[in-house]
Protein backbone atom coordinates (compact mmCIF):
# COMPACT_ATOMS: atom_id res chain seq x y z
CA UNK A 1 0.00 0.00 0.00
CA UNK A 2 1.19 3.27 -0.32
CA UNK A 3 2.30 5.85 1.90
CA UNK A 4 1.60 8.97 0.13
CA UNK A 5 -1.81 9.37 1.64
CA UNK A 6 -0.97 8.95 5.53
CA UNK A 7 -2.53 12.11 7.34
CA UNK A 8 -4.61 13.48 3.89
CA UNK A 9 -8.68 13.87 4.46
CA UNK A 10 -10.92 13.15 1.61
CA UNK A 11 -14.39 13.88 0.89
CA UNK A 12 -16.79 13.09 -1.68
CA UNK A 13 -20.30 14.76 -2.90
CA UNK A 14 -22.24 11.75 -3.56
CA UNK A 15 -22.01 8.32 -3.26
CA UNK A 16 -22.33 6.85 -6.70
CA UNK A 17 -19.84 4.50 -8.46
CA UNK A 18 -17.42 7.49 -9.26
CA UNK A 19 -17.51 8.41 -5.50
CA UNK A 20 -17.42 4.75 -4.67
CA UNK A 21 -14.21 3.65 -7.02
CA UNK A 22 -12.26 6.71 -5.51
CA UNK A 23 -12.70 5.80 -2.46
CA UNK A 24 -11.57 2.65 -2.78
CA UNK A 25 -8.24 3.60 -4.44
CA UNK A 26 -7.84 6.38 -2.43
CA UNK A 27 -7.28 3.66 -0.20
CA UNK A 28 -5.74 0.95 -1.81
CA UNK A 29 -3.38 3.25 -4.16
CA UNK A 30 -2.85 6.30 -2.38
CA UNK A 31 -2.77 4.87 1.39
CA UNK A 32 -5.25 6.84 2.81
CA UNK A 33 -6.71 6.04 6.27
CA UNK A 34 -10.91 5.06 5.85
CA UNK A 35 -11.36 7.22 9.00
CA UNK A 36 -9.95 10.18 6.81
CA UNK A 37 -12.50 9.31 4.06
CA UNK A 38 -16.12 10.89 3.81
CA UNK A 39 -18.54 10.42 1.95
CA UNK A 40 -21.38 12.36 1.37
CA UNK A 41 -24.73 11.43 0.58
CA UNK A 42 -28.06 13.37 0.19
CA UNK A 43 -30.44 10.40 0.14
CA UNK A 44 -30.73 7.51 2.78
CA UNK A 45 -29.38 4.72 0.39
CA UNK A 46 -25.96 5.49 -1.80
CA UNK A 47 -25.10 3.33 -4.76
CA UNK A 48 -26.56 6.65 -6.98
CA UNK A 49 -27.45 5.61 -10.42
CA UNK A 50 -26.91 2.26 -9.74
CA UNK A 51 -29.62 1.34 -7.44
CA UNK A 52 -31.94 -1.75 -7.26
CA UNK A 53 -34.68 -2.95 -4.35
CA UNK A 54 -37.65 -3.89 -3.60
CA UNK A 55 -39.16 -7.43 -1.97
CA UNK A 56 -41.48 -10.08 -3.59
CA UNK A 57 -44.51 -8.66 -2.28
CA UNK A 58 -44.11 -4.96 -3.15
CA UNK A 59 -42.19 -5.67 -6.21
CA UNK A 60 -38.71 -5.17 -7.08
CA UNK A 61 -37.65 -2.16 -9.15
CA UNK A 62 -34.22 -0.99 -10.73
CA UNK A 63 -34.44 2.00 -12.78
CA UNK A 64 -31.93 0.88 -15.15
CA UNK A 65 -29.41 -1.95 -15.96
CA UNK A 66 -25.56 -1.68 -17.33
CA UNK A 67 -24.15 -3.30 -19.39
CA UNK A 68 -19.97 -4.22 -20.02
CA UNK A 69 -18.07 -6.14 -22.27
CA UNK A 70 -14.74 -7.24 -22.60
CA UNK A 71 -12.38 -3.91 -22.20
CA UNK A 72 -13.50 -2.18 -19.42
CA UNK A 73 -10.11 -2.10 -17.87
CA UNK A 74 -10.90 0.37 -15.45
CA UNK A 75 -14.17 -1.08 -14.08
CA UNK A 76 -12.50 -4.43 -14.15
CA UNK A 77 -9.33 -3.36 -12.36
CA UNK A 78 -11.58 -1.84 -9.65
CA UNK A 79 -13.45 -4.97 -9.17
CA UNK A 80 -10.48 -7.34 -9.35
CA UNK A 81 -10.03 -6.23 -5.79
CA UNK A 82 -13.71 -6.42 -4.70
CA UNK A 83 -14.94 -9.96 -3.00
CA UNK A 84 -17.80 -10.89 -4.58
CA UNK A 85 -21.29 -10.55 -2.84
CA UNK A 86 -21.74 -14.79 -3.51
CA UNK A 87 -18.78 -15.81 -2.56
CA UNK A 88 -15.90 -13.80 -0.45
CA UNK A 89 -12.92 -16.34 -1.37
CA UNK A 90 -13.40 -14.70 -5.27
CA UNK A 91 -13.82 -11.25 -6.55
CA UNK A 92 -16.37 -9.58 -8.11
CA UNK A 93 -14.41 -9.91 -11.18
CA UNK A 94 -14.30 -13.35 -11.20
CA UNK A 95 -17.84 -13.44 -10.39
CA UNK A 96 -18.65 -11.13 -13.54
CA UNK A 97 -16.06 -13.30 -15.61
CA UNK A 98 -17.33 -16.79 -14.55
CA UNK A 99 -20.91 -16.06 -14.80
CA UNK A 100 -20.10 -14.50 -18.77
CA UNK A 101 -18.71 -17.87 -19.75
CA UNK A 102 -22.40 -19.27 -19.01
CA UNK A 103 -24.49 -16.95 -19.69
CA UNK A 104 -23.06 -14.85 -22.61
CA UNK A 105 -25.74 -13.36 -24.98
CA UNK A 106 -26.80 -14.73 -28.81
CA UNK A 107 -29.44 -12.10 -29.38
CA UNK A 108 -32.02 -14.15 -32.02
CA UNK A 109 -34.64 -11.55 -31.59
CA UNK A 110 -33.20 -8.67 -31.46
CA UNK A 111 -35.85 -6.75 -33.29
CA UNK A 112 -39.59 -7.64 -33.16
CA UNK A 113 -42.23 -6.04 -35.75
CA UNK A 114 -46.36 -7.52 -36.10
CA UNK A 115 -45.43 -9.94 -33.73
CA UNK A 116 -42.85 -11.54 -35.59
CA UNK A 117 -38.90 -11.92 -35.43
CA UNK A 118 -37.63 -9.27 -37.95
CA UNK A 119 -34.34 -10.53 -40.04
CA UNK A 120 -31.47 -8.50 -38.90
CA UNK A 121 -29.08 -10.18 -41.40
CA UNK A 122 -29.23 -6.58 -43.34
CA UNK A 123 -28.58 -3.43 -41.47
CA UNK A 124 -30.60 -1.38 -43.37
CA UNK A 125 -27.93 0.81 -45.10
CA UNK A 126 -28.00 2.33 -48.28
CA UNK A 127 -24.60 3.74 -49.70
CA UNK A 128 -25.20 7.21 -47.78
CA UNK A 129 -25.62 6.07 -44.64
CA UNK A 130 -22.63 4.22 -45.35
CA UNK A 131 -20.98 6.87 -46.01
CA UNK A 132 -22.45 9.52 -43.64
CA UNK A 133 -21.44 7.00 -40.77
CA UNK A 134 -17.86 6.82 -42.03
CA UNK A 135 -18.00 10.26 -42.64
CA UNK A 136 -18.88 11.27 -39.15
CA UNK A 137 -16.06 8.81 -37.29
CA UNK A 138 -13.11 10.66 -39.21
CA UNK A 139 -14.80 14.42 -38.30
CA UNK A 140 -13.24 16.31 -35.47
CA UNK A 141 -15.26 17.01 -32.46
CA UNK A 142 -14.63 20.94 -32.61
CA UNK A 143 -16.57 20.53 -36.11
CA UNK A 144 -19.15 18.39 -35.09
CA UNK A 145 -20.22 20.99 -32.46
CA UNK A 146 -23.33 21.21 -30.83
CA UNK A 147 -25.03 19.20 -34.09
CA UNK A 148 -27.09 16.63 -33.50
CA UNK A 149 -27.57 13.11 -34.40
CA UNK A 150 -30.83 13.66 -36.88
CA UNK A 151 -29.26 17.21 -38.21
CA UNK A 152 -25.86 14.84 -39.06
CA UNK A 153 -27.57 11.96 -41.22
CA UNK A 154 -30.41 11.27 -43.57
CA UNK A 155 -34.13 10.49 -42.72
CA UNK A 156 -33.60 6.88 -43.90
CA UNK A 157 -30.35 6.43 -41.76
CA UNK A 158 -33.08 6.23 -39.10
CA UNK A 159 -35.17 3.54 -40.53
CA UNK A 160 -32.31 1.05 -40.47
CA UNK A 161 -32.21 -2.25 -38.39
CA UNK A 162 -28.94 -0.58 -37.13
CA UNK A 163 -30.01 2.70 -35.81
CA UNK A 164 -32.36 0.61 -33.88
CA UNK A 165 -30.26 -1.98 -32.81
CA UNK A 166 -27.29 1.10 -31.52
CA UNK A 167 -30.09 3.47 -30.16
CA UNK A 168 -32.02 1.09 -27.88
CA UNK A 169 -28.47 -0.98 -26.74
CA UNK A 170 -27.23 2.79 -25.36
CA UNK A 171 -30.20 4.89 -25.51
CA UNK A 172 -29.86 7.21 -28.46
CA UNK A 173 -32.05 9.56 -29.23
CA UNK A 174 -32.23 11.43 -32.44
CA UNK A 175 -32.02 14.71 -30.85
CA UNK A 176 -28.70 13.63 -29.06
CA UNK A 177 -25.36 15.00 -29.39
CA UNK A 178 -23.42 13.82 -32.81
CA UNK A 179 -20.37 13.57 -31.04
CA UNK A 180 -21.49 11.01 -28.14
CA UNK A 181 -22.56 9.00 -31.08
CA UNK A 182 -19.14 9.43 -33.06
CA UNK A 183 -17.39 8.18 -29.47
CA UNK A 184 -19.73 5.23 -29.34
CA UNK A 185 -19.27 4.11 -32.86
CA UNK A 186 -15.42 4.58 -32.05
CA UNK A 187 -15.23 2.99 -28.52
CA UNK A 188 -17.30 0.22 -29.79
CA UNK A 189 -15.92 -0.44 -32.85
CA UNK A 190 -14.52 -3.97 -31.96
CA UNK A 191 -18.61 -5.20 -31.10
CA UNK A 192 -19.97 -4.09 -34.31
CA UNK A 193 -19.34 -7.25 -36.26
CA UNK A 194 -21.69 -9.19 -32.99
CA UNK A 195 -24.06 -6.02 -33.06
CA UNK A 196 -26.82 -8.16 -34.40
CA UNK A 197 -26.20 -10.87 -31.41
CA UNK A 198 -24.88 -9.01 -28.79
CA UNK A 199 -22.76 -11.88 -27.91
CA UNK A 200 -19.99 -9.38 -26.84
CA UNK A 201 -22.19 -7.99 -24.20
CA UNK A 202 -21.33 -8.60 -20.73
CA UNK A 203 -23.61 -8.85 -17.56
CA UNK A 204 -23.10 -9.14 -13.82
CA UNK A 205 -25.07 -11.81 -12.17
CA UNK A 206 -27.14 -9.76 -10.06
CA UNK A 207 -28.68 -6.29 -10.73
CA UNK A 208 -25.32 -3.68 -10.07
CA UNK A 209 -26.60 -2.77 -6.74
CA UNK A 210 -26.02 -6.77 -5.61
CA UNK A 211 -22.91 -7.18 -8.04
CA UNK A 212 -20.98 -4.26 -6.99
CA UNK A 213 -21.97 -1.19 -5.16
CA UNK A 214 -23.12 -3.67 -2.00
CA UNK A 215 -19.51 -5.53 -1.83
CA UNK A 216 -17.86 -1.80 -2.73
CA UNK A 217 -19.24 -0.47 0.38
CA UNK A 218 -18.96 -3.32 2.58
CA UNK A 219 -15.45 -3.14 1.51
CA UNK A 220 -14.97 0.94 2.57
CA UNK A 221 -16.71 0.18 5.45
CA UNK A 222 -14.61 -2.21 6.94
CA UNK A 223 -11.77 -0.13 6.41
CA UNK A 224 -13.47 2.56 8.36
CA UNK A 225 -14.99 4.77 5.58
CA UNK A 226 -17.61 7.17 6.80
CA UNK A 227 -20.86 7.13 4.75
CA UNK A 228 -22.67 9.88 5.53
CA UNK A 229 -26.49 9.72 4.48
CA UNK A 230 -29.10 12.62 4.19
CA UNK A 231 -25.98 14.76 3.78
CA UNK A 232 -26.18 17.58 1.29
CA UNK A 233 -23.62 19.28 0.29
CA UNK A 234 -24.13 22.95 -0.70
CA UNK A 235 -21.37 24.86 -1.36
CA UNK A 236 -17.54 24.83 -1.53
CA UNK A 237 -15.56 28.12 -1.13
CA UNK A 238 -12.74 28.36 -3.38
CA UNK A 239 -10.01 30.31 -3.04
CA UNK A 240 -8.84 31.85 -6.83
CA UNK A 241 -5.32 33.31 -7.15
CA UNK A 242 -4.70 33.25 -11.42
CA UNK A 243 -5.45 29.84 -12.65
CA UNK A 244 -4.75 28.67 -8.92
CA UNK A 245 -7.78 27.18 -7.12
CA UNK A 246 -8.18 25.96 -3.45
CA UNK A 247 -11.01 24.59 -2.28
CA UNK A 248 -11.08 26.30 1.97
CA UNK A 249 -14.20 25.49 3.39
CA UNK A 250 -17.17 22.60 2.35
CA UNK A 251 -21.11 23.18 3.40
CA UNK A 252 -23.39 20.71 4.08
CA UNK A 253 -26.78 20.19 5.65
CA UNK A 254 -27.65 17.24 7.51
CA UNK A 255 -30.73 16.96 9.82
CA UNK A 256 -31.63 20.15 8.89
CA UNK A 257 -28.63 21.62 10.14
CA UNK A 258 -26.03 24.09 8.55
CA UNK A 259 -22.57 22.14 8.97
CA UNK A 260 -19.08 23.41 7.77
CA UNK A 261 -16.00 21.72 7.49
CA UNK A 262 -12.47 23.80 7.09
CA UNK A 263 -10.37 22.28 4.65
CA UNK A 264 -6.67 22.00 5.74
CA UNK A 265 -3.78 21.80 3.37
CA UNK A 266 -3.48 18.84 1.63
CA UNK A 267 -7.10 17.89 2.07
CA UNK A 268 -9.05 16.68 -0.74
CA UNK A 269 -12.48 17.21 -2.43
CA UNK A 270 -14.38 14.78 -5.20
CA UNK A 271 -17.53 16.20 -6.60
CA UNK A 272 -20.16 13.78 -8.73
CA UNK A 273 -21.43 17.56 -10.63
CA UNK A 274 -24.77 16.21 -11.99
CA UNK A 275 -26.73 13.26 -12.13
CA UNK A 276 -28.55 11.39 -14.59
CA UNK A 277 -31.33 9.96 -12.09
CA UNK A 278 -32.37 12.81 -10.25
CA UNK A 279 -35.73 13.51 -9.56
CA UNK A 280 -37.01 10.25 -10.71
CA UNK A 281 -40.31 9.18 -9.53
CA UNK A 282 -42.02 6.14 -9.32
CA UNK A 283 -45.80 4.58 -10.10
CA UNK A 284 -47.59 1.48 -9.65
CA UNK A 285 -50.48 -1.10 -11.08
CA UNK A 286 -52.78 1.80 -10.55
CA UNK A 287 -50.87 4.78 -10.67
CA UNK A 288 -48.75 6.24 -13.48
CA UNK A 289 -45.11 8.20 -12.27
CA UNK A 290 -45.19 11.91 -12.07
CA UNK A 291 -42.85 13.76 -13.89
CA UNK A 292 -40.94 16.04 -11.58
CA UNK A 293 -39.34 18.94 -13.35
CA UNK A 294 -38.06 21.15 -10.46
CA UNK A 295 -34.48 20.46 -10.17
CA UNK A 296 -33.62 19.39 -6.16
CA UNK A 297 -30.88 18.04 -4.24
CA UNK A 298 -26.93 18.52 -4.60
CA UNK A 299 -25.15 17.38 -7.52
CA UNK A 300 -26.92 19.75 -10.40
CA UNK A 301 -27.32 22.92 -7.98
CA UNK A 302 -23.64 22.60 -6.26
CA UNK A 303 -22.36 22.15 -10.19
CA UNK A 304 -24.39 25.85 -10.68
CA UNK A 305 -22.88 27.43 -7.97
CA UNK A 306 -19.59 25.62 -8.79
CA UNK A 307 -19.61 26.63 -12.84
CA UNK A 308 -20.30 30.18 -11.24
CA UNK A 309 -17.22 30.62 -9.26
CA UNK A 310 -15.13 29.76 -12.60
CA UNK A 311 -15.77 28.59 -16.08
CA UNK A 312 -13.04 25.86 -15.61
CA UNK A 313 -15.57 24.10 -13.84
CA UNK A 314 -18.12 23.55 -16.76
CA UNK A 315 -21.50 24.62 -17.67
CA UNK A 316 -24.52 22.74 -16.25
CA UNK A 317 -27.24 24.31 -18.42
CA UNK A 318 -26.76 22.23 -21.58
CA UNK A 319 -27.36 18.98 -19.97
CA UNK A 320 -30.51 20.20 -17.83
CA UNK A 321 -32.61 22.30 -19.46
CA UNK A 322 -34.28 20.44 -21.31
CA UNK A 323 -36.74 17.44 -20.05
CA UNK A 324 -38.58 16.43 -22.63
CA UNK A 325 -35.48 15.85 -24.97
CA UNK A 326 -33.30 13.89 -21.60
CA UNK A 327 -36.54 12.07 -20.10
CA UNK A 328 -37.25 8.48 -21.04
CA UNK A 329 -39.23 5.99 -18.86
CA UNK A 330 -38.50 2.15 -17.69
CA UNK A 331 -40.41 -0.51 -15.52
CA UNK A 332 -39.50 -2.89 -13.32
CA UNK A 333 -41.42 -6.22 -13.58
CA UNK A 334 -42.21 -8.86 -10.38
CA UNK A 335 -44.17 -12.10 -11.61
CA UNK A 336 -45.32 -14.47 -9.00
CA UNK A 337 -45.04 -17.56 -11.40
CA UNK A 338 -42.96 -18.40 -14.88
CA UNK A 339 -45.77 -17.76 -17.07
CA UNK A 340 -43.92 -14.27 -19.09
CA UNK A 341 -40.82 -16.08 -19.16
CA UNK A 342 -41.92 -19.32 -20.80
CA UNK A 343 -43.84 -17.58 -23.58
CA UNK A 344 -40.81 -14.98 -24.19
CA UNK A 345 -38.15 -17.66 -24.06
CA UNK A 346 -40.41 -19.84 -26.93
CA UNK A 347 -40.66 -17.02 -28.71
CA UNK A 348 -37.42 -15.94 -29.21
CA UNK A 349 -35.24 -18.84 -28.78
CA UNK A 350 -33.32 -18.22 -25.88
CA UNK A 351 -33.43 -18.79 -22.49
CA UNK A 352 -33.65 -15.93 -19.94
CA UNK A 353 -30.01 -14.73 -19.20
CA UNK A 354 -28.57 -15.55 -23.02
CA UNK A 355 -30.92 -14.38 -24.67
CA UNK A 356 -30.49 -10.21 -24.65
CA UNK A 357 -32.25 -6.84 -25.65
CA UNK A 358 -35.70 -7.52 -27.14
CA UNK A 359 -36.77 -4.27 -28.99
CA UNK A 360 -40.40 -3.79 -30.40
CA UNK A 361 -39.36 -1.88 -33.55
CA UNK A 362 -42.74 -1.17 -34.69
CA UNK A 363 -44.03 0.09 -30.97
CA UNK A 364 -44.70 3.53 -30.65
CA UNK A 365 -42.96 3.82 -27.45
CA UNK A 366 -40.32 2.20 -28.99
CA UNK A 367 -40.62 -0.67 -26.14
CA UNK A 368 -37.28 -2.54 -25.64
CA UNK A 369 -37.34 -5.36 -22.67
CA UNK A 370 -35.03 -8.16 -21.07
CA UNK A 371 -35.22 -10.96 -19.57
CA UNK A 372 -32.67 -11.70 -16.99
CA UNK A 373 -31.11 -14.84 -15.43
CA UNK A 374 -32.87 -15.60 -12.21
CA UNK A 375 -32.67 -14.80 -9.61
CA UNK A 376 -31.94 -10.65 -10.50
CA UNK A 377 -31.72 -9.55 -6.64
CA UNK A 378 -29.45 -11.40 -4.35
CA UNK A 379 -31.84 -12.44 -1.93
CA UNK A 380 -34.92 -12.75 -4.67
CA UNK A 381 -36.90 -16.04 -3.74
CA UNK A 382 -36.95 -18.99 -6.53
CA UNK A 383 -40.92 -18.79 -6.90
CA UNK A 384 -40.15 -15.35 -8.10
CA UNK A 385 -39.85 -13.88 -11.23
CA UNK A 386 -38.01 -10.42 -12.21
CA UNK A 387 -37.59 -8.67 -15.66
CA UNK A 388 -36.95 -5.35 -17.03
CA UNK A 389 -37.87 -3.06 -20.13
CA UNK A 390 -37.72 0.71 -21.02
CA UNK A 391 -39.62 3.38 -23.83
CA UNK A 392 -37.69 5.67 -25.53
CA UNK A 393 -41.09 7.58 -26.98
CA UNK A 394 -42.61 8.02 -23.80
CA UNK A 395 -44.89 11.04 -25.04
CA UNK A 396 -45.87 9.36 -28.00
CA UNK A 397 -49.59 7.17 -27.56
CA UNK A 398 -49.05 3.73 -27.30
CA UNK A 399 -50.34 1.68 -30.18
CA UNK A 400 -52.94 -0.32 -28.03
CA UNK A 401 -53.08 1.08 -25.12
CA UNK A 402 -53.85 4.56 -26.57
CA UNK A 403 -52.35 6.81 -24.29
CA UNK A 404 -49.08 8.28 -23.62
CA UNK A 405 -46.63 5.87 -21.87
CA UNK A 406 -46.08 8.62 -19.57
CA UNK A 407 -49.58 8.89 -18.60
CA UNK A 408 -50.34 5.42 -18.01
CA UNK A 409 -50.70 2.74 -14.75
CA UNK A 410 -48.16 -0.57 -14.93
CA UNK A 411 -50.95 -2.09 -16.03
CA UNK A 412 -51.41 -0.36 -18.70
CA UNK A 413 -47.57 -0.51 -19.74
CA UNK A 414 -47.49 -4.99 -19.68
CA UNK A 415 -51.07 -4.75 -21.58
CA UNK A 416 -49.04 -2.53 -24.44
CA UNK A 417 -46.02 -5.44 -24.58
CA UNK A 418 -48.63 -7.98 -24.24
CA UNK A 419 -50.59 -6.75 -27.12
CA UNK A 420 -47.40 -6.10 -29.01
CA UNK A 421 -45.98 -9.93 -28.62
CA UNK A 422 -49.30 -11.39 -29.24
CA UNK A 423 -49.43 -12.63 -25.44
CA UNK A 424 -53.49 -11.90 -25.57
CA UNK A 425 -54.09 -15.37 -24.28
CA UNK A 426 -52.20 -15.16 -20.88
CA UNK A 427 -53.00 -11.30 -20.48
CA UNK A 428 -55.22 -11.35 -17.86
CA UNK A 429 -53.55 -14.27 -15.62
CA UNK A 430 -49.89 -12.09 -16.27
CA UNK A 431 -51.86 -8.93 -15.41
CA UNK A 432 -53.43 -10.28 -12.27
CA UNK A 433 -49.72 -11.87 -10.93
CA UNK A 434 -47.45 -9.10 -12.11
CA UNK A 435 -46.71 -6.40 -10.05
CA UNK A 436 -45.17 -3.91 -12.58
CA UNK A 437 -43.38 -0.52 -11.67
CA UNK A 438 -42.73 2.04 -14.02
CA UNK A 439 -39.90 5.16 -13.38
CA UNK A 440 -39.85 8.48 -15.13
CA UNK A 441 -36.23 9.49 -15.60
CA UNK A 442 -36.11 13.28 -15.95
CA UNK A 443 -32.02 13.61 -16.43
CA UNK A 444 -31.56 10.10 -17.91
CA UNK A 445 -29.95 10.94 -20.95
CA UNK A 446 -29.09 14.35 -20.03
CA UNK A 447 -25.19 12.99 -20.47
CA UNK A 448 -26.30 13.05 -24.52
CA UNK A 449 -27.12 16.33 -24.85
CA UNK A 450 -25.44 18.29 -27.33
CA UNK A 451 -22.66 20.38 -26.13
CA UNK A 452 -19.73 22.05 -26.59
CA UNK A 453 -16.27 20.40 -25.60
CA UNK A 454 -15.69 23.02 -22.63
CA UNK A 455 -19.02 22.51 -20.98
CA UNK A 456 -18.28 19.26 -19.08
CA UNK A 457 -14.92 20.42 -16.82
CA UNK A 458 -12.20 18.56 -16.99
CA UNK A 459 -11.42 15.94 -13.98
CA UNK A 460 -9.11 18.24 -12.47
CA UNK A 461 -9.73 21.60 -13.62
CA UNK A 462 -6.64 23.52 -14.40
CA UNK A 463 -4.92 24.95 -11.69
CA UNK A 464 -6.91 22.68 -9.22
CA UNK A 465 -4.78 21.55 -6.03
CA UNK A 466 -7.02 20.10 -4.40
CA UNK A 467 -10.74 19.64 -6.57
CA UNK A 468 -11.58 17.11 -8.62
CA UNK A 469 -14.87 16.30 -10.79
CA UNK A 470 -15.98 12.65 -11.22
CA UNK A 471 -18.70 10.79 -12.92
CA UNK A 472 -20.81 11.23 -16.32
CA UNK A 473 -20.41 15.01 -16.56
CA UNK A 474 -16.75 15.34 -16.43
CA UNK A 475 -14.62 14.78 -19.16
CA UNK A 476 -12.75 12.17 -20.86
CA UNK A 477 -11.81 12.65 -23.90
CA UNK A 478 -12.97 9.93 -26.35
CA UNK A 479 -13.97 7.36 -23.51
CA UNK A 480 -17.79 7.25 -23.78
CA UNK A 481 -20.70 8.69 -20.96
CA UNK A 482 -23.61 6.42 -19.63
CA UNK A 483 -21.33 3.54 -18.49
CA UNK A 484 -19.64 2.04 -15.26
CA UNK A 485 -16.56 2.34 -16.86
CA UNK A 486 -16.78 5.91 -17.53
CA UNK A 487 -17.56 6.83 -14.23
CA UNK A 488 -14.51 4.65 -12.73
CA UNK A 489 -12.28 6.29 -15.02
CA UNK A 490 -13.16 9.65 -13.39
CA UNK A 491 -12.16 8.07 -10.24
CA UNK A 492 -8.51 6.92 -11.27
CA UNK A 493 -7.43 9.84 -13.14
CA UNK A 494 -8.98 12.63 -10.11
CA UNK A 495 -6.81 10.25 -7.15
CA UNK A 496 -3.51 9.57 -9.44
CA UNK A 497 -3.83 13.06 -10.32
CA UNK A 498 -4.52 14.96 -7.00
CA UNK A 499 -2.21 12.41 -5.10
CA UNK A 500 0.47 12.44 -7.51
CA UNK A 501 0.61 8.93 -7.39
CA UNK A 502 3.22 7.14 -9.75
CA UNK A 503 0.45 4.59 -11.10
CA UNK A 504 -1.15 5.12 -14.36
CA UNK A 505 -4.73 4.94 -15.39
CA UNK A 506 -6.07 1.98 -16.73
CA UNK A 507 -5.42 1.47 -20.59
CA UNK A 508 -8.01 2.42 -22.81
CA UNK A 509 -8.70 0.37 -25.53
CA UNK A 510 -8.97 1.75 -29.59
CA UNK A 511 -10.16 -0.99 -31.18
CA UNK A 512 -10.86 1.62 -34.15
CA UNK A 513 -7.14 1.22 -35.09
CA UNK A 514 -6.83 -2.53 -35.11
CA UNK A 515 -7.17 -3.45 -39.19
CA UNK A 516 -8.56 -6.82 -38.39
CA UNK A 517 -11.14 -4.82 -36.15
CA UNK A 518 -12.15 -2.45 -39.14
CA UNK A 519 -12.55 -4.93 -41.47
CA UNK A 520 -14.51 -7.04 -39.44
CA UNK A 521 -16.31 -3.85 -38.72
CA UNK A 522 -16.54 -3.16 -42.61
CA UNK A 523 -18.12 -6.36 -43.49
CA UNK A 524 -20.68 -6.14 -41.27
CA UNK A 525 -21.33 -2.64 -42.45
CA UNK A 526 -21.90 -3.95 -45.97
CA UNK A 527 -23.57 -7.73 -45.09
CA UNK A 528 -27.05 -7.98 -46.38
Known sequence: MAENGKGVKAYLVGSGIASLSAACYLIKEGGLEGKNITIFEEAEKYGGSLDAGGNPEEGYTMRGGRMFEEKFNCTYDLLSF??????????????????????????????????????????????????????????????????????????????????????????????????????????????FSTIDSMSGIYRTQFNQYDAMVRPIVKWLKERGVKLEMGAEVKDLEIKISGREKIAEQLYYTQNEKDLTIPLASGDLVFVTNGTMTANSSTGSN??????????????????????AKSKDFGRPEPFCRNIQQSKWESFTVTAKDSTFFDLLEAFSGSEAGKGGLVTIKDSNWLLTIVLNHQPHFYEQPPNVWVWWGYGLFPDKEGNFVRKKMSECTGEEILSEVLSHLR??????????????????????????????????????????????FIGQYAEVPD??????????????????????????????????????????????????
Open 82 to 191: IPSISDPKKSAKDELMEFHQEFFWNDKARLVAGGKIVDVTDLGFNERDRLDLIKLCVTPEKILGIQTIEEYFQPHFFESNFWFIWCTTFAFEPWHSAVEFKRYCLRFTHL
Open 423 to 468: FNEKASHLLETSIIIPAMMPYITSQFMPRLGTDRPQVIPEGSKNIA
Open 286 to 307: KKAPVLQTEKTGSNWNLWEKLA
Open 479 to 528: DVVFTVEYSVRTAQIAVFGLLGLDRKVSPFYKGQHDPKILFEAWKMLHRK
